[in-house]
């Protein structure tokens, strides 16, 4: 596993990521494993977090959605 946190672009339909690109890279999510949320707290304000679990054709990748928009939190050997 290796995390990242970088910002990503996500192409979403009906609110289902289709493709993720990072790094130059373009994605394709083949399914959505697991989806939950999270709240966290950052200095003095809170945070929610939509985390997603992915499997693509690069492999299994945690995404989520924040109020920064989407970030590649880890990749999955």
Not at 27 to 41: K, P, Q, S
Not at 45 to 65: D, K, S
Request: glycine share 6%.
């Amino acid at each position: 596993m290796h995390l990242y946190n970088e910002t990503i672009d996500v192409s979403c339909k009906q609110d289902i990521p289709q493709l993720v690109a990072w790094r130059g890279g373009v994605y394709h999510v083949d399914r959505v494993l697991d989806t939950w949320t999270a709240r966290h707290a950052w200095w003095t304000t809170e945070e929610f977090r939509r985390y997603l679990l992915l499997e693509t054709t690069m492999g299994v990748m945690e995404i989520y959605l924040g109020p920064r928009g989407w970030v590649l939190s880890r990749v999955f050997d």
